[in-house]
């Protein structure tokens, strides 16, 4: 039977209004872990140093951070004291953290690289950022999703994330340990039976979940060892890219890392160590772990220590290595005015400005436009000092291209500035941006009748 135009309309705007409400009803309960919609640097991306193939630089530095000697007086990236104890006992200890645990984690989220795979070892390239806004070696998201600076630019913390290897790995270091203080008040302890103790790599089972997320069931990804969505019995990971990664919770990820580390130059870039895992064919294991008590303060989840535990082995590094490891990068920039010209030749229409580190080691670096219609691209990035090798093209400075968004523009003459500053080296340098747009620009808002 025939139906009228506007009843059919009807008819299919309601279905498709139910449709919509059931979807939203099903992603609000299976999907409970947000997604970023932007990053601190989008839409464009910073550059970063990247090291050695043999991860020398970055495991010196993962040793120096796990005792607190890298940024030991900066509060957003020292470790804070690491708690002892148990439930009804929780009291600070040191600020110091097991290094296996935290050479594993960085393999685990980037295989111990800072910069994009398209960048070669020992040169600047694309800094390495995640779908989520993780960024660098330790694959930092906490605080990197929006830029935190003034007027929309990122702070200078977000930039030494992004761009520096020792503040990355620092603040990975940092989060680590909140991870494990964030219990007993909304996590579970691992050790009731060894009073919490934070040398012994079992009872980092549960910070080790909630570096990557504490989730269960329900969530976009799931990292409970019981979750019906994955394998089970599983082998234990072997962390030589033989396994799905995606049928494991991450915990076992990690420490299957810890247990068989990657090797490089013929060796293995640390020593092994079989961490135990909680065995769920034991019921102080198994029901304490369960789904059912999986619920805040999680109270029920506290276990004790896997046996045989392991202990960790404190790096000898000292304050002078980690300051060694740092340097004393400086700014400078070989330029302080530019002229563009809008639509004149190719190499008129922008310019480039090299940044150059005649310190030592890594400095990082920032770029901020006074206009909107001054384009930075990359907006940070990172510059090579002495003592670090750097022989790839583009090296040893950092460098940035200075455009023009004419659609911005409200006069055929224009000017502003770039003011690059670091945020591991004093002082700044005002680029002065004089713009010649050589055709009839309309004043914004306005239209012409024909």
């Known amino acids: 039977m025939h139906r009228p135009a506007g009843h059919a309309s009807r008819t299919i705007h309601r279905a498709l209004l139910l449709g919509f409400i059931l979807g939203a009803l099903v992603l609000g309960i299976r999907n409970t872990t947000p997604t970023a919609e932007a990053c601190a640097f989008d839409p464009l991306r910073p550059t970063a140093y990247e090291a050695d193939a043999l991860r020398n630089r970055y495991l010196l530095m993962i040793d120096a951070a796990s005792q607190n000697r890298l940024f030991p007086s900066d509060s957003f990236f020292r470790l804070p004291a690491v708690e002892v104890g148990t439930r009804s006992n929780r009291a600070d200890g040191i600020a110091a953290i097991p290094v296996e645990v935290l050479r594993a984690i ?33 694959q930092v998201t906490s605080g990197m999703t929006v830029p935190l600076g003034t007027a929309g630019h990122p702070s200078d913390n977000q930039i030494a994330v992004a761009t520096s290897d020792a503040h990355n790995i620092a603040r990975g270091a940092r989060i680590l340990a909140a991870k494990w203080n964030d219990a007993p008040s909304s996590r579970p302890i691992v050790g009731t039976d060894t009073a919490g103790d934070p040398t012994l ?8 979940w909630s570096y990557n997320g504490f989730t269960s069931l329900g969530s976009k990804k799931s990292n409970h060892p019981l ?3 994955l394998s089970w019995p599983r082998a234990k990971y072997l962390c030589d890219g033989t396994q799905s990664r995606s049928r494991y919770p991450y915990q076992e990820l990690v420490i299957g890392c810890m247990a068989n580390p990657a090797e490089r130059g013929g060796n293995d870039l640390w020593v092994p160590v079989p961490v135990t895992l909680p065995d769920f064919t034991q019921p102080q294991f198994f029901n304490a772990i369960g789904l059912a008590n999986f619920t805040s303060p999680y109270q029920a989840m506290d ?10 082995q404190i790096p000898l590094t000292s304050n002078d290595q980690a300051a060694q490891l740092i340097g004393e990068p400086r700014l400078r920039v070989n330029d302080d005015s530019v002229t563009i010209h ?14 150059a580190n005649p310190g030592t080691r890594i400095l990082s ?3 901020i436009p006074s206009d909107s219609f001054l384009v930075v691209d990359p907006p940070a990035g990172s510059a090579v000092g002495n003592g670090t090798p750097c022989s790839a093209a583009g090296c040893p400075d950092g460098e940035f291209t200075i455009t023009i968004n004419p659609t911005l523009l409200s006069a055929t003459n224009a ?7 670091s945020p591991n080296a004093s002082g700044s340098t005002e680029i002065k941006v004089h713009v010649f747009a050589e055709f009839e620009v309309a004043a914004p808002g306005t239209s012409r009748s024909p």
């Open 415 to 421: 000017s502003g500035t770039v003011v690059i500053a």
């Open 227 to 229: 979750d019906p969505n």
């Open 303 to 312: 276990i004790p220590t896997p046996q045989p535990a392991h202990r960790t």
């Open 201 to 208: 790599l079992e009872n980092w089972y549960y910070a080790i």
């Open 365 to 367: 670096w920032s770029a």
């Open 106 to 138: 960085g393999w685990v989220e980037s295989s111990l690289t800072m910069a994009s795979k398209s960048t070669r070892f020992e040169s600047i390239g694309p800094a390495l950022v995640s779908f989520d806004c993780g960024h660098g070696i330790m």
């Open 342 to 355: 809008v639509n004149g030749t190719p190499a008129q229409k922008s310019a480039t400005i090299r940044v």
